[in-house]
């Protein structure tokens, strides 16, 4: 992982410096926003939810508050010793169709998923594209059972997918270490290298969770954040 010699950026000394400035707001993200609603309980569906209700009676996975998953629904238990994907509605219900249309869907897994759904939040662990939305906040948690963590951030070449990163079949442009990041808010995340969009020309970023288990195991994590925008692209180990 990671394995090639990493290009040095030192003929572009502001990328270093954006860099450093997108580790320093990572490090300092909120902790997980909670439901608003008064009585803590939210209603929720399972493996063969539908769809949620607009107040007109229609339906809709994209409406606020409502989450929409893609792809072939797996285990409904989380491995604790690998990161996952937390959903949370900003305010009101929380509403939940693993059955979304991709068209639809909030994630669009690239093969399986597996979740767990609770009164207030959904968890996912998977491969694929997540288009955040409005109403609903995303986040990606580190594994909570491991023996050692550490958050790098990656500078890299547009065309590289996170596949490719993770593997190291593609080589970093530079690599910073955020230390042991809790979580980390991806809509928020989009927004502060989206600001930069001007000054990545022909480069992402990718934040990568690394973790080690009880057995010795390393996993890796990480979403991968395009400045132009659209979907951001997630893998889970």
């Given at each position: ?20 400035a997108?580790?320093l707001?990572?490090a ?56 996952r ?17 991709p068209?639809?869907?909030?994630f ?17 662990q ?16 580190a ?10 951030l ?43 969009e001007a ?32 979907p951001?692209?997630?893998?889970i180990?």
């Open positions: 992982m990671f394995n090639h010699t990493m290009t040095t950026m030192t003929d572009k000394p502001w990328r270093v410096a954006l860099a450093t997108f580790a707001a990572l300092g993200a909120p902790a997980r926003a909670q439901d608003g609603d008064d009585d803590g309980v939210l209603p929720k569906q399972g493996a063969g939810g539908g769809t949620s209700s607009n107040t007109d009676g229609s339906s809709s996975s994209t409406a606020s508050g409502s989450l929409g998953l893609s792809g072939a629904p797996g285990a409904d238990t989380l491995d604790p010793a690998k990161a994907l937390v959903f949370t509605a900003a305010q009101g219900t929380l509403m939940v169709d693993t059955a979304a249309a068209e639809a869907a909030t669009v897994a690239s093969g399986s998923f597996d979740f767990t759904i609770g009164d207030t939040s959904a968890e996912v998977g491969h694929g594209q997540l288009l955040p939305q409005p109403g609903l906040t995303a986040q990606l948690l594994a909570p059972d491991a023996l050692g963590r550490v958050a790098l990656v500078v890299h070449d547009a065309q590289a997918d996170l596949a490719a990163l993770l593997s190291g079949a593609q080589a970093p442009g530079l690599v910073l270490s955020v230390g042991d990041l809790p979580e980390l808010d991806l809509a928020k995340a989009q927004n502060s290298v989206s600001h930069y000054q990545l020309p022909g480069l992402a970023v990718s934040v990568v969770f690394l973790s080690v288990d009880a057995d010795g195991q390393l996993h890796a994590s990480g979403a991968r954040l395009d400045p132009a925008g659209g951001i692209e997630i893998a180990d």
